[in-house]
């Protein structure tokens, strides 16, 4: 996995921009959620075309674009 600053520049320069503005974690996953461009989102969702949440960790995410996982913090 990567930090999203570790992405190769061709990834980099495609992915889409995300306005993360929180997240909550619990050991109950169904019970995750982040917040991107105002919408509450859970584990698995489309964040941007392209972008799927697959985790969501205490202060970070984890996403995955073109077959590349990467983490960013919220």
Do not use: C, W
């Not at 320069?13 to 993360?20: E, G, R, S, T, V």
């Not at 929180?22 to 461009?37: D, F, T, W």
């Not at 859970?42 to 077959?67: K, M």
């Amino acid at each position: 996995m990567y930090a999203q600053a570790e992405l190769p520049a061709e990834v980099q320069k495609d992915l889409p921009k995300l306005a993360i503005s929180g997240g909550v974690h619990s050991e109950n996953a169904a019970q995750r959620m982040l917040v991107v461009g105002g919408q509450v989102l859970s584990e698995g969702a489309e964040v941007a075309p392209g972008v799927v949440l697959e985790q969501i960790r205490a202060g970070t995410a984890v996403l995955r674009f073109r077959g590349y996982r990467y983490s960013v913090g919220y």
